[in-house]
């Protein structure tokens, strides 16, 4: 498939899906979608068109969660990133982690680091942070607090 079938594909497919569509560059282009449709596009993306899972990126807006999860067709030269927005008092979306192994580890990290509950997610155990790190407390949201007096973080969490 061309580059321009891959687009037609995805957006007639998903039409009602995509809230926006950022075509960057000739190798960059971004969907906004409802966070519902995460795991069939990018099961779609993944299985059907044979894109690599690249990464997901959390960040915390302040006034809500986004997660970006890009995807390369490494024959087009071309980046997909799937951008949802979660609300930031209640951050919850299906598990990628749960249909494919290749976003497990992420989805754990994003869990731990911004408090994002991925549903049906086959093992939250841990990844990063400390066995003892108390439940509610995200180190890379906007408004961390230091919960340990003796801890000195000048090198990251």
């Avoid at 899906?17 to 560059?25: A, M, P, Q, R």
């Avoid at 969660?65 to 890009?70: G, M």
């Avoid at 087009?76 to 192994?101: C, F, T, Y």
């Amino acid at each position: 498939m061309t580059r321009e079938e891959v687009l037609k594909d995805i957006r007639s497919k998903f039409e009602g899906e995509i809230l926006d569509f950022c075509d960057k560059s000739p190798h960059r282009v971004y969907m906004e979608i409802r966070p519902e449709a995460i795991v069939p596009m990018a099961s779609h993306l993944f299985l059907d068109l044979g894109a690599r899972f690249n990464i997901a990126s959390g960040m915390d807006m302040m006034d809500r969660i986004e997660i970006l999860y890009h995807h390369t067709l490494e024959d087009l030269n071309l980046m997909i990133s799937l951008r949802v927005r979660l609300d930031r008092d209640n951050p919850e979306i299906d598990s990628m982690g749960a249909k494919l192994e290749a976003y497990n580890w992420i989805e754990r990290e994003i869990a731990e680091i911004l408090g994002v509950r991925f549903r049906g997610h086959p093992d939250m155990r841990h990844l990063l942070l400390a066995d003892n790190w108390p439940d509610g407390v995200y180190p890379l949201r906007q408004d961390y607090e230091e919960w340990d007096p003796s801890a000195i973080r000048d090198r990251g969490v």
